[in-house]
């Protein structure tokens, strides 16, 4: 039997390449909202990231997230994304 190939993505905090379902990807839809996708199936452009805060800081610190996703990512948003972080490490 062959062995199923594992999608691998990198995330755009600390750069380290990981399976897929590791990581939570943040996606811009076509109407530009950004979102939490839990799913990996949504519609739009998006962006990989560790579920840890550390990441989160680095990736809007080095403006990684708002290279991906070609978008300017406001405060209002940040502060979803941590709560949403904070809920999924518990």
């Known amino acids: 039997m062959k ?24 996606v811009r839809t076509p109407d530009d909202k950004l979102e939490i996708d839990k799913t990996g199936k949504k519609s739009g452009r998006g962006a ?3 579920p ?4 989160l800081e680095k990736a809007l610190k080095n403006k990684g997230l708002e290279k991906s996703l070609n ?19 518990e």
């Open 52 to 55: 840890t805060q550390d990441c």
């Open 48 to 50: 990989y990231i560790c």
């Open 3 to 26: 062995k199923k190939k594992i999608p691998m993505r990198m995330c755009v905090g600390c750069k380290n390449t990981k399976a897929k379902k590791e990581l939570i990807r943040i």
């Open 71 to 89: 978008r300017s990512i406001d405060d209002e948003i940040t502060e979803q994304l941590k709560k949403e972080l904070m809920e999924q490490e």
